[in-house]
C-alpha cells in the first residue's frame, strides 16, 4: 500500500505560468517533507523542504505547503520556466523516533514546461 | 564542493553473477543511504549506515543483498547471485549528522544494473 502519492504521472505547463505539484501521504507521523527533481541519468536533486512545524516555506521561485490536516503536500513554481522540465518526487520522513531515516517517494510527475 | 559520487554508472550482469556496486559519500557525512529505483518508480529504502554501523536493513530485499561501509566513508553494495529482479537503478544518498534532527539527503547519481 503506497503511503506516498503523487497522482498526476504528468503535468504540462506554459513558460511563465505557476506550475502546482501535489503529493498526499497516508501517514501522521510522518514530519519532514522534501521535493526532488531528477532529470534523465541523473541522482534527485534536493529543491526544497519543509518540516510538520510550518505550513509554508519558500525559496526563490519554489513554495512548498503543507496541510497536516489534509495529509497533503504541494509545490508551486512560480515563474514557470523551460530548465524546469524534470520529474519532481515528493518524499517524507519520520525523525519523531530519533535517528535518521529512509525517505519514503511518491512515483513522481513528469512536469513538461511549453514554450 | 564534490557531491556523492558512484561507480560503475552502468554495469551489465549475467544472471546469477555477483556484482558489486560502490558509492563515494560528501566528505564528512556521517550518514549513508541505499536505494533501489525501478522503471517508472520512486527511489525506495534498502539500507542506512551512521558512520561504520548499519542501523537500518529493513530495506534490502532479500539474503542476496548486502551492504558494507568498513570504515565509515565509502560503501559497497553487493548483490550475490543477480536475478532478471534486481534490474534497477541503484541510488547512494548522504548527510551530514544524522543525529535525529531532520536531515537533507543528497543524491549520486545512480548505477544502472541491467541483468540479463
Known amino acids: 500500500d503506497q503511503q506516498v502519492k503523487q497522482n498526476s504521472p504528468s503535468l504540462s505547463v506554459q513558460e511563465g505560468r505557476i506550475s502546482i505539484l501535489n503529493c498526499d501521504y497516508t501517514?501522521?507521523?510522518?514530519?519532514?517533507f522534501l521535493w526532488y527533481k531528477k532529470y534523465p541519468a541523473e541522482g534527485p536533486t534536493f529543491l526544497i523542504s519543509?518540516?510538520?512545524?510550518?505550513d509554508k516555506n519558500e525559496d526563490g521561485r519554489f513554495t512548498v505547503f503543507l496541510n497536516k490536516s489534509a495529509k497533503h503536500l504541494s509545490l508551486h513554481i512560480v515563474p514557470s520556466q523551460p530548465g524546469d522540465s524534470a520529474v519532481y518526487f515528493c518524499a517524507v520522513a519520520m525523525y519523531s523516533g530519533g535517528g535518521a531515516d529512509g525517505l519514503t517517494f511518491g512515483k513522481g510527475t513528469h512536469l513538461i514546461i511549453q514554450p | 564542493g564534490a557531491g556523492v559520487s558512484q561507480s560503475p554508472r552502468y554495469k551489465v550482469a549475467k544472471r546469477g553473477q555477483d556484482v558489486a556496486l560502490r558509492c563515494d559519500p560528501i566528505s564528512g557525512h556521517v550518514s549513508l543511504f541505499w536505494y533501489q529505483q525501478a522503471l517508472g518508480q520512486g527511489p525506495e529504502f534498502l539500507t542506512y549506515f551512521q558512520n561504520e554501523a548499519q542501523l537500518d536493513k529493513s530495506g534490502l530485499p532479500s539474503d542476496r543483498f548486502f551492504a558494507e561501509r568498513p570504515e565509515g566513508s565509502v560503501s559497497t553494495l553487493k548483490i550475490q547471485r543477480t536475478q532478471q529482479e534486481d534490474s534497477a537503478v541503484y541510488l547512494c544518498?548522504?548527510?551530514?549528522?544524522?543525529?535525529?534532527?531532520?536531515?537533507?539527503?543528497?543524491f549520486g547519481p545512480g548505477t544502472r544494473l541491467l541483468v540479463l
Open positions: 501517514n501522521s507521523m510522518f514530519d519532514y
Open positions: 519543509i518540516s510538520s512545524i510550518k
Open positions: 544518498a548522504s548527510s551530514l549528522i544524522g543525529t535525529g534532527d531532520a536531515e537533507t539527503q543528497y
